[in-house]
Every structure is written in structure tokens, then in C-alpha cells.
């Protein structure tokens, strides 16, 4: 079993960067493709970002592209989201995710941390 842990969150104006964190258990971090969806209060979890085991493959939603950056250093056994330029629309609890293949389904990934929330004020 794999077990995340996202940190990070907080409440930000519009415009201003946040840069999430989330912390996997084990030492098989880098066989796993990490993820990062959100989810809005009413609204579905919806795709963000992932990345692939050593870091070489990453993909993003619409939404977020050439805002926010996926990373992860497989020697802290970590994967990052680096968030700028923030809208209210971003405002959602984020999960970190672990899969076996890097893509963008929901149903794809097997490890979901607990969130954590990030409101964007106007």
C-alpha cells in the first residue's frame, strides 16, 4: 500500500503562486506515476496534472497549462504542484494521486492522499 499525504493549501488572492506538496510512504516511489486532481464544492474530481515515474512525461489540464508545474523528486519520495498566477476557479481541495500509468483518468490511479484546500479569492 502506498500512503500520501498533501500539504500546502491555503487561502490566496488572485494572482498569487501556492506550491503543494505531497509526501508518499515506501521506497518505490519512482515505479509510480503521481497526479494531482481537484475537486470544487458540487462539482466533479477533475484531472490536473501528472507525471510520469522519473519525471520525463507530464501532462496537464487546459485549465492549468503554462500555470502550474508538476515535479517530483524520488529522493524525498515527494511530488509537487507549483501553482502561479491563481484564479477563483482553481479553488478546490487537491488530491495527490499514485498510479501504475501516466494518464488522466480518475479510474486509472489506485492511492489517494486526503487533500488539501486551496481557496483563491477575488
Known amino acids: 500500500q502506498v500512503q500520501l499525504v498533501e500539504s500546502g493549501g491555503g487561502l490566496v488572492q488572485a494572482g498569487s503562486s501556492l506550491r503543494l506538496s505531497c509526501a508518499a510512504s515506501?521506497?518505490?516511489?519512482?515505479?509510480?506515476?503521481m497526479g494531482w486532481f481537484r475537486q470544487a464544492p458540487g462539482k466533479e474530481r477533475d484531472f490536473v496534472a501528472t507525471?510520469?515515474?522519473?519525471?520525463?512525461?507530464?501532462y496537464y489540464a487546459d485549465s492549468v497549462k503554462d500555470r502550474f508545474t508538476i515535479s517530483r523528486d524520488n529522493t524525498k519520495n515527494t511530488v509537487y504542484l507549483q501553482m502561479n498566477s491563481l484564479k477563483p476557479e482553481d479553488t478546490a481541495v487537491y488530491y495527490c494521486?499514485?498510479?501504475?500509468?501516466?494518464?488522466?483518468?480518475?479510474?486509472?490511479?489506485?492511492?489517494w492522499g486526503q487533500g488539501t484546500q486551496v481557496t483563491v479569492s477575488s
Open positions: 507525471i510520469s515515474g522519473y519525471g520525463a512525461t507530464t
Open positions: 494521486t499514485a498510479g501504475r500509468l501516466t494518464v488522466t483518468t480518475i479510474n486509472s490511479y489506485d492511492y
Open positions: 515506501g521506497r518505490t516511489f519512482n515505479r509510480y506515476a
